[in-house]
């Protein structure tokens, strides 16, 4: 009994540690930002995917029923989220589910040039898993994202689906409103 309450113990000490420190990292990435930049920290697989001297630029555009944000780097990396659902910003803070129980209009897509003189690109879509916007306001966005992601060529295939996760943090972003307020959309933001 001891043993399990000390390897219980153990794995919260170091889950609290590691988000922590990736609340640090981001806080610490967001302070490097400018007006309408971001930087993304995601790892598939264990590896970095994006570049880290990456910085990203692009827009929200915000609804009521859907988010769509895109970003893209110099190197022509690019990043889609989209959030869907009735009401989807109502939430605090901000949690979806990717997969068969979520819902369809909430997607994560990544992607980059790894061979520009060729023109071949490396691209994943998240196929199962949660975004989180621990922030969410005309100001500051940070996302969180886990899960796993299958390539673009692989993607109805699962026993192909490798796991990925990082955060997106996104310094005084671009914001095109649809047919809701800025009020509406970042009321529920801590």
């Given at each position: 009994?001891?043993?399990?309450?000390?390897?219980?113990?153990?794995?919260f000490?170091?889950?609290?540690n590691?988000?922590?420190?990736?609340?640090?990292?981001?806080?610490?990435?967001?302070?490097?930002?400018?007006?309408?930049?971001?930087?993304?920290?995601?790892?598939?697989?264990?590896?970095?995917?994006?570049?880290?001297?990456?910085?990203?630029?692009?827009?929200?555009?915000?609804?009521?029923?859907?988010?769509?944000?895109?970003?893209?780097?110099?190197?022509?990396?690019?990043?889609?989220?989209?959030?869907?659902?009735?009401?989807?910003?109502?939430a605090?803070?901000?949690?979806?589910?990717?997969?068969?129980?979520?819902p369809?209009?909430?997607s994560?897509?990544?992607?980059?040039?790894?061979?520009?003189?060729?023109?071949?690109?490396?691209?994943?879509?998240?196929?199962?898993?949660?975004i989180?916007?621990?922030?969410?306001?005309?100001?500051?966005?940070?996302?969180?994202?886990?899960?796993?992601?299958?390539?673009?060529?692989?993607?109805?295939?699962?026993?192909?689906?490798?796991?990925?996760?990082?955060?997106?943090?996104?310094?005084?972003?671009?914001?095109?409103?649809?047919?809701?307020?800025?009020?509406?959309?970042?009321?529920?933001?801590?």
């Amino acid at each position: 009994m001891n043993r399990w309450l000390l390897v219980f113990f153990t794995f919260f000490v170091f889950s609290c540690n590691s988000k922590e420190s990736s609340d640090q990292a981001a806080d610490q990435l967001f302070k490097s930002l400018k007006e309408n930049e971001a930087k993304i920290v995601v790892t598939i697989a264990g590896k970095e995917f994006y570049p880290k001297e990456s910085v990203f630029s692009g827009q929200a555009l915000i609804s009521d029923n859907i988010m769509n944000l895109t970003l893209t780097d110099q190197f022509e990396g690019k990043l889609i989220i989209n959030l869907g659902g009735e009401k989807w910003y109502a939430a605090k803070p901000i949690k979806k589910t990717i997969g068969s129980d979520g819902p369809i209009e909430t997607s994560i897509k990544m992607g980059k040039i790894i061979d520009k003189e060729q023109m071949i690109g490396e691209g994943y879509m998240m196929a199962e898993g949660e975004i989180t916007a621990t922030e969410f306001s005309k100001d500051k966005m940070v996302f969180r994202i886990k899960g796993k992601v299958g390539k673009y060529s692989d993607f109805q295939q699962p026993d192909k689906y490798i796991p990925a996760e990082g955060f997106i943090v996104y310094k005084k972003p671009s914001v095109s409103l649809g047919n809701i307020t800025e009020k509406e959309a970042f009321s529920s933001s801590n």
